[in-house]
């Protein structure tokens, strides 16, 4: 036993030196764990009133051939249970739905803001602003609506796109099964991982309001973004499984979202964690752009707490 331990001492010691075993212990000294959880609980909350605001949105400013794919890429990004997700009346009632939804995403979607901006600084080390609450309120539903403006953009764009590659691909007299279709499958992933790369430099910058490395964002982005097709190509066939266990009878659908949405909390915060790690600890409140790490000095002046002391060894 002594001397398999000597063995795989070298191979533990150069684990502990990857920049995965530096991101994994900064969020473990950060319970991630509960993070996660709170993102979870409050996205779950906000999802059916967003869902319901956004048909509403669509059905006004698209025609029902773009509405169908939109509607399609929603359900596409909850792998396994897919089919069980039936927007079709969401959108046939989205003007009488979206008005009921208005209100219920204003508190509940605003509280997820708030939520995920807080779990985000605190894997930043940075504390909350302190503002009127009013005013907290308004930001948060200002950001939940660019967050909606954004997703929208990159799925026009992401729909433009295809529309021309299936037009290329037409003119050019590709058959199907063939080199076309390779192309075409390859273009619908890039467009894909655009989105979400999209999204994620949103989420992990302009959301908790700090300011990281641009190397650091486009790596986490790019990482995340292909951690999400993989997740959504692996887990399919287990959140199925989940969804049709007749001991959870018709909650299946909802925790299998409940478990998506928490994996999803957790590459989000993994992300984050990526672009925390790649400033010193003592320079991450520099990176705040919230000034909510800087206070005032006696002499009128700017000063910046020192950063908080680093976790002590485990056992």
Not at 83 to 109: E, H, K, M, S, V
Not at 198 to 225: D, E, F, M, Q, T
Request: include cysteine.
């Amino acid at each position: 036993m002594e001397s398999l331990t000597k063995r795989a001492a070298p191979a533990v010691g150069r684990a502990k030196a990857t920049r995965a075993w530096a991101i994994y212990r900064h969020l473990d000294d950060r319970a991630w764990t509960r993070l996660a959880a709170a993102i979870t609980f409050t996205a779950f909350l906000a999802l059916f009133p967003m869902l319901a605001l956004g048909a509403a949105v669509l059905t006004v400013l698209l025609p029902r051939a773009r509405r169908e794919d939109i509607e399609r890429w929603i359900t596409d990004q909850v792998p396994g249970i897919s089919d069980r997700l039936d927007l079709d009346p969401l959108f046939a009632n989205a003007d009488t739905i979206g008005l009921i939804a208005l209100p219920l995403l204003i508190t509940t979607g605003t509280s997820w803001i708030h939520t995920m901006r807080g779990c985000l600084r605190a894997v930043w080390d940075m504390p909350e602003p302190e503002e009127n609450p009013l005013l907290r309120r308004a930001k948060d539903l200002g950001i939940l609506a660019g967050l909606g403006a954004v997703t929208l953009l990159s799925l026009g764009a992401s729909a433009l796109a295809m529309t021309a590659v299936h037009w290329a691909t037409r003119w050019l007299g590709l058959e199907r099964g063939g080199v076309g279709s390779v192309l075409l499958s390859l273009a619908a992933y890039a467009l894909a991982l655009a989105v979400t790369v999209l999204l994620l430099a949103y989420l992990l910058v302009w959301l908790p309001g700090v300011r990281p490395p641009p190397r650091a964002v486009a790596a986490a982005c790019v990482l995340g973004a292909i951690g999400f097709e993989l997740l959504k190509a692996l887990l399919g066939g287990y959140l199925a499984g989940v969804a049709a266990r007749s001991l959870y009878g018709a909650f299946g659908v909802p925790i299998a979202l409940l478990v998506w949405i928490n994996l999803v909390a957790r590459l989000l915060l993994l992300c984050c964690a990526w672009t925390a790690t790649s400033v010193t600890p003592r320079d991450r409140p520099r990176r705040d752009a919230l000034d909510a790490a800087e206070e005032e000095d006696g002499g009128g002046g700017r000063r910046t707490p020192p950063p908080p002391a680093a976790p002590g060894p485990r056992p």
